[in-house]
Nanobody, 129 residues
Framework: QVHVAESGGGVVQAGGSLRLSCATS????????MGWFRQAPGKEREFVAA????????DYARSVKGRFFISRDDAKSTVYLQMNSLKPEDTAVYYC??????????????????????WGQGTLVTVSS
């Protein structure tokens, strides 16, 4: 059975940085497209970033482009989300997801349709003003 586990959340001041990690286990990591999503209090879950397994292509939400950076280390079966210039509106629970059929460009749509295979439990990021 495949599992993903997020870590790295915490409290940071506006303008600061955090790096989230998502470790996978249970199958060959290199076959998974990995993505990050977030859900703020009282709001729907939204796509943040994804990286394809097949060609390494990357997609970002407009709200984080230029501030957040996704990367993967296949040797460690881990995907990272480097978050810079954090804003109070970035406060949310951040979730990692994995799917062998998704690409970075289709992960958002697949998530909205309830088709992504694996989700983590989430890690809370709080950005204070």
């Amino acid at each position: 059975q495949v599992h993903v586990a997020e870590s790295g959340g915490g409290v940071v001041q506006a303008g600061g940085s955090l790096r989230l990690s998502c470790a996978t286990s249970g199958r060959t990591f290199v076959s998974d497209t990995m993505g990050w999503f977030r859900q703020a209090p009282g709001k729907e879950r939204e796509f943040v970033a994804a990286v394809s397994w097949s060609d390494g292509s990357i997609d970002y939400a407009r709200s984080v482009k230029g501030r957040f950076f996704i990367s993967r280390d296949d040797a460690k079966s881990t995907v990272y989300l480097q978050m810079n210039s954090l804003k109070p509106e970035d406060t949310a629970v951040y979730y990692c997801a994995a799917d062998t059929l998704a690409t970075a460009q289709t992960m958002d749509e697949m998530a909205q349709r309830g088709l992504l295979e694996v989700w983590g439990q989430g890690t809370l990021v709080t950005v204070s003003s």
